[in-house]
T-cell receptor, first 114, second 116 residues
Framework: AQSVTQLGSHVSVSEGALVLLRCNYSSSVPPYLFWYVQYPNQGLQLLLKYTSAATLVKGINGFEAEFKKSETSFHLTKPSAHMSDAAEYFCAVSANFGNEKLTFGTGTRLTIIP | DARVTQTPRHKVTEMGQEVTMRCQPILGHNTVFWYRQTMMQGLELLAYFRNRAPLDDSGMPKDRFSAEMPDATLATLKIQPSEPRDSAVYFC??????????????FGEGSWLTVV
């Protein structure tokens, strides 16, 4: 079974500051890990994914995440926040083979302070 | 630009009425998921299909919910009878799982359901 825990349901950062959204996972098999973003009144859009290749994964809109097996973490970062980054962010996990259904975290709402 | 299409986008209905939500997955995707999003429960997997066959519907209340794939281009989620606690956003997602895709799934815009 797989699960993810997102630390912090709300995160606020100033425009231009570092964005760090935390995600820890639990998985009985090697995982695939994902970050999705949801803008108001929209569906979820894939930001980036880890599929057992490079541990540092780069995604869209300047975001990246690092898979750390020893820490069971997959934190999302962006060096400089932009107003357009304000959204809800979801971490998700699936098994790396067979069962492909995604289990999502509870989400982190990111607010950007001008 | 391939995308998952969901209808209706918004629905307000009275308690006890039947609600049917439809989803057209991305052409070529063989796996379809139905998720429900609420403030209290977050994103919950209701059911999913591979090659039109249901693989897992353990997250779906069986007494009032049903999900089907009449063909490869249409998935439906039906609630009968609807109740106020069913008010939520229902997302359809599709994917083509495997090493190449990394199990990536693509979401539709959602069907926003309000039961009064």
């Amino acid at each position: 079974a797989q699960s993810v825990t997102q630390l912090g349901s709300h995160v606020s950062v100033s425009e231009g500051a570092l964005v760090l959204l935390r995600c820890n996972y639990s998985s009985s098999v090697p995982p695939y890990l994902f970050w999705y973003v949801q803008y108001p009144n929209q569906g979820l859009q894939l930001l980036l994914k880890y599929t057992s290749a490079a541990t540092l994964v780069k995604g869209i809109n300047g975001f990246e995440a690092e898979f750390k097996k020893s820490e069971t973490s997959f934190h999302l970062t962006k060096p400089s926040a932009h107003m357009s980054d304000a959204a809800e962010y979801f971490c998700a996990v699936s098994a790396n083979f067979g069962n492909e259904k995604l289990t999502f975290g509870t989400g982190t709402r990111l607010t950007i302070i001008p | 630009d391939a995308r998952v299409t969901q209808t209706p986008r918004h629905k307000v209905t009275e308690m006890g009425q039947e609600v049917t939500m439809r989803c057209q997955p991305i052409l070529g995707h063989n796996t379809v998921f139905w998720y429900r999003q609420t403030m209290m429960q977050g994103l919950e997997l209701l059911a999913y299909f591979r090659n039109r066959a249901p693989l897992d519907d353990s997250g779906m209340p069986k007494d009032r919910f049903s999900a089907e794939m009449p063909d490869a281009t249409l998935a439906t989620l039906k609630i009968q009878p609807s109740e106020p606690r069913d008010s939520a956003v229902y997302f359809c997602a599709s994917g083509l799982p495997g090493i190449r895709s990394g199990n990536t799934i693509y979401f539709g815009e959602g069907s926003w359901l309000t039961v009064v």
